[in-house]
């Protein structure tokens, strides 16, 4: 199983960037998905999820109402728009995809994504 993010990039405070996740080798149309990130000396946190037919999502507290995560099954990519970013939005920025298939819910444990991305970077100047 294969995930490619692409999208990361520098952006000043209070812009937008769109981070894309590729997938391949899975199903990807029976796995939920969900990002998650990892700021410089700080564990990786979970930010956004989706579950496997796009009807449910989550979101942590620190990124809701600002970031947007959907899915394109046909393209077998997920996406999380981020606007209204913040400085403290810096972080390598991970996309994973659920162990379970087809979870009703979203979860939002890093433990319960078995494949993972490289990471990309996102830069917020303040």
């Known amino acids: 199983v294969q995930l490619v993010e692409s999208g990361g990039g520098l952006v000043q405070g209070g812009g937008s960037l769109s981070l894309s996740c590729e997938v391949s080798g899975r199903t990807f149309s029976s796995y939920g998905m969900g990002w998650f990130r990892q700021a410089l000396g700080k564990e990786r946190a979970f930010i956004a999820g989706i579950n496997w037919v796009g009807s449910r999502t989550a979101y942590a507290d620190s990124v809701k109402g600002r970031f947007t995560i959907s899915r394109d099954n046909a393209k077998s990519t997920v996406y999380l728009q981020m606007n209204s970013l913040k400085p403290e939005d810096t972080a390598v920025y991970y996309c994973?995809?659920?162990?379970?298939?087809?979870?009703?819910?979203?979860?939002?444990?890093?433990?319960?994504?078995?494949?993972w991305g490289n990471g990309t970077q996102v830069t917020v100047s303040s």
């Open positions: 994973a995809v659920d162990r379970f298939f087809r979870r009703v819910g979203v979860t939002t444990s890093d433990y319960d994504h078995d494949f």
